[in-house]
């Protein structure tokens, strides 16, 4: 396991909760949402402090870092896990295009194919180097069920029960 940083980009339901899962497995996480969807991270800036309930954890996770500036989470994290419906993709990809660089991964969570135009863009703008991946599905059954609280009561099954990094 890496010390450094990772990046969850995107600002609802599944991207608090997998902070929240992730920051109480022991990992620094930097929470990113675009400028126009600052206010979503508004309820959790007081504490910088996700609260998670439910089946994959409980408890209050701290958080490295949140900012509504990409440039600054993607220049701590390598790995960023982008985390937003499929309307979002390309306008988080385009947010993000000047500050991808060769030791970037992305992982579109889920995907619907996002990564394909994810490359296209990327190829536009000249950046090569950077490794794209998706997931067909959310990893967990979610919500925000207060503005500063995750509850998850699913796991997607798949070949593991929760998200480990």
Not at 95 to 113: I, K, S
Request: one cysteine or more.
């Amino acid at each position: 396991m890496t010390d450094r940083p990772l990046a969850v980009l995107g600002g609802g339901n599944t991207a608090f909760a997998v902070a929240a899962c992730l920051t109480l497995q022991g990992r620094r996480v930097v929470l990113a949402e675009v400028p126009e969807f600052a206010a979503a991270l508004d309820p959790i800036r007081p504490a910088g402090a996700i609260h998670l309930r439910g089946v994959a954890g409980e408890g209050k996770a701290a958080l490295h870092h949140l900012t509504t500036d990409l440039g600054e989470a993607l220049a701590e994290a390598e790995l960023a896990l982008l985390i937003v419906p499929a309307y979002a993709h390309r306008p988080f990809a385009r947010a993000c295009l000047p500050h991808l660089r060769p030791h970037h991964t992305v992982v579109l969570m889920p995907g619907t194919l996002g990564s394909l135009e994810w490359a296209q863009l990327l190829y536009q703008a000249g950046v090569e180097g950077v490794t794209l991946a998706e997931v067909d599905t959310a990893p967990y059954v979610c919500r925000k069920t207060a503005p500063d609280t995750a509850t998850i009561w699913g796991v997607v099954k798949g070949g593991c029960n929760r998200i480990q990094m």
